[in-house]
């Protein structure tokens, strides 16, 4: 059995409020933390640390738990940076250009699709993200949806089936039948390779009966749920994903109360929804949208993950520590809200429990930041603060 000590930690946000103390985010002081095969094994005073084969010597920083990206998009070819131009000098962003990267998608090799997702896959690591969920949804064929997903697969093991993204081009005057395509031949060989099913849900993407059709098809098939849900403007996502047991509605940008409440009954006895509500804040700050409202949410006791939606059209980013900055300033969530939020609040969304909190049993999955406090995160925006990262107790 291999040992690592990660010694000399100034602050260890564990998510792990033993007792209440550390405040939500169970904030601990000149701590050690021990890794073994991987896990977790001990935390405690850095004067009782146990002997370890290794020793990671932190300096004094801060150390917290790797991100929890639930919600990236990294199977596609191509950029649509001309679109992005085009909307900063006035344009709209409607969802219309996805059918431009599912063009270019289609027209790519496995091989090109692979290094796209190793490369984005590798850029998040750099920036701290330890666990990342990946959808397809550029492929809209029963081949290239399957493919898709068995390319993300090779890299993560949260892989969501978004066959629903939009209807393609070749059945736009039949969407029916796109639906029966989904739920029928493409569901078959993206299940595999899946562990969640996704579905737009939104006006000139996919109406309700659509979602709910396809939703139950991927729940049958023994998918999780989630659904992009309220972006672009009021619809029926959300309160779609509360009545089909989503672990996620993701995006939740244009809400009525009626949204909030559903989301809020799905309160369970350890405090947080079965339902988290999923923010995206670099898709508003990529479309130049309104924030979600976060602080409504919060405040009704809804539990709020932060992700990137790193994607070629509405959020080319792959950087949680930007997203977490723009959650503080423009969403007004505390910093250790947010902090929590973009860690312990993705893990939920993806319902896991051995991610995004650093307690004995917890996967080794940590950075270790060039700040001496979590606050740096969004205090420093734009700073590249991630000095290193462990994932499964092995230095990256
Ligand atoms: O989550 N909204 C739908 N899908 C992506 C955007 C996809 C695209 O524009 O290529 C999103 O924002
Ligand atoms: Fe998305």
Redesign the pocket.
């Known amino acids: 059995m291999s040992s690592l000590l990660v010694d000399d930690i100034g602050e260890l946000v564990t998510n792990d409020p033993v007792g209440g103390e550390g405040g939500p985010l169970g904030v601990r002081r000149d701590v050690a933390l021990l890794v073994e095969d991987g896990r977790v094994a001990w935390v405690g005073p850095a004067r009782d640390a146990p002997a370890a084969d290794r020793r990671v010597d932190a300096g004094g920083a801060a150390v917290l738990p790797g991100f929890v990206d639930s919600?990236?998009?990294l199977v596609f070819a191509g950029d649509r940076a001309a679109e992005f131009a085009a909307r900063m000098a006035g344009q709209p962003y409607t969802g219309g250009g996805i059918r431009t990267t599912v063009g270019a998608t289609r027209a790519a090799s496995d091989d090109e699709l692979r290094a796209t997702v190793r490369r984005l896959r590798d850029e998040a690591l750099r920036q701290g993200t330890t666990t990342i969920e990946i959808?397809s949804?550029y492929g809209l064929t029963v081949a290239d949806e399957a493919r898709s997903l068995a390319i993300a697969a090779e890299v993560s093991e949260e892989t969501t089936f978004?066959g629903a993204h939009v209807v393609p081009a070749e059945y736009a005057d039949r969407p029916d039948d796109y639906v029966g395509l989904v739920c029928g031949p493409m569901l078959a060989a993206a299940a595999p390779h899946a562990r969640w099913i996704?579905v737009?849900c939104e006006r000139g993407a996919f109406d309700a009966d659509h979602t709910r059709a396809i939703l139950t098809c991927g729940q049958a098939a023994g998918l999780g749920v989630r659904v992009?849900a309220n972006?672009l403007g009021p619809g029926p996502g959300v309160q779609l994903g509360v009545e089909l047991g989503a672990a996620s509605v993701?995006?939740c940008t244009h809400l009525t109360d009626t949204d909030v409440d559903a989301l809020a009954s799905t309160r369970l006895d350890n405090g947080h929804t079965a339902t988290v509500a999923t923010l995206?804040p670099g898709?508003e700050f990529s479309t130049r949208s309104p924030y979600p409202d976060a602080r409504r949410l919060l405040d009704a006791g809804v539990t709020v993950a932060l992700a990137t939606?790193c994607?070629p059209g509405?959020?080319y980013t792959s950087s949680m520590p930007f997203c977490l900055a723009l959650a503080v300033r423009e969403m007004r969530m505390t910093p250790a809200e947010a902090v929590w939020a973009a860690t312990a609040g993705g893990a939920r969304a993806l319902r896991r429990d051995d991610v995004g909190v650093l307690r004995p049993g917890a996967r080794a999955d940590l950075m270790i930041l060039d700040a001496p406090s979590h606050l740096h995160l969004a205090y420093r925006p734009g700073v590249p603060l991630i000095r290193q990262v462990l994932r499964n107790g092995v230095p990256q």
Do not use: T
């Open positions: 919600h990236a998009h959808k949804g978004l996704d737009f992009h972006q993701d995006h995206l898709a939606d994607n509405s959020s």
